[in-house]
């Protein structure tokens, strides 16, 4: 099953990646950038939940954990106000996203590179 989670979080970082620097460079949010967040969350949402199966009962009171956790809830919260700012078709929101997401894409980076650098303990 590691496998399967470590190919699941690189996934999410690919898509995550693609759609915040696509949106960055495009100049504004598209559909299918939603599109891609919505795929990068559900594949780091799978992912972590193979990875803490792994762990048998390891706790999430830790940094990488904790960073875990607030990057799922922010890469949510950032999915559905995609959704809002796309819906509401606010031409300027679209145009300004781009500086939410790379903020949560930043703060999503910790928990990644300190599960690659520092390894859970399975």
Do not use: R
Not at 16 to 31: A, D, P
């Amino acid at each position: 099953m590691l496998i399967y989670a470590i190919i699941s979080i690189t996934l999410a970082l690919v898509f995550y990646t693609i759609g915040v620097w696509g949106e960055k460079i495009q100049g504004q949010l598209k559909t299918w950038h939603l599109v891609v967040f919505y795929i990068g969350l559900v594949c780091d949402t799978t992912g972590t939940i193979m990875m803490s199966k792994i762990s048998s009962g390891g706790s999430f009171l830790n940094f990488h954990g904790m960073t875990g956790m607030l990057a799922i809830v922010l890469m949510m919260l950032h999915a559905v106000w995609a959704t809002v700012v796309l819906v509401k078709g606010d031409e300027k929101a679209k145009v300004n996203f781009h500086k939410l997401s790379l903020i949560v894409w930043l703060i999503w980076l910790i928990p990644f590179i300190s599960g690659a650098i520092f390894g859970v303990s399975i």
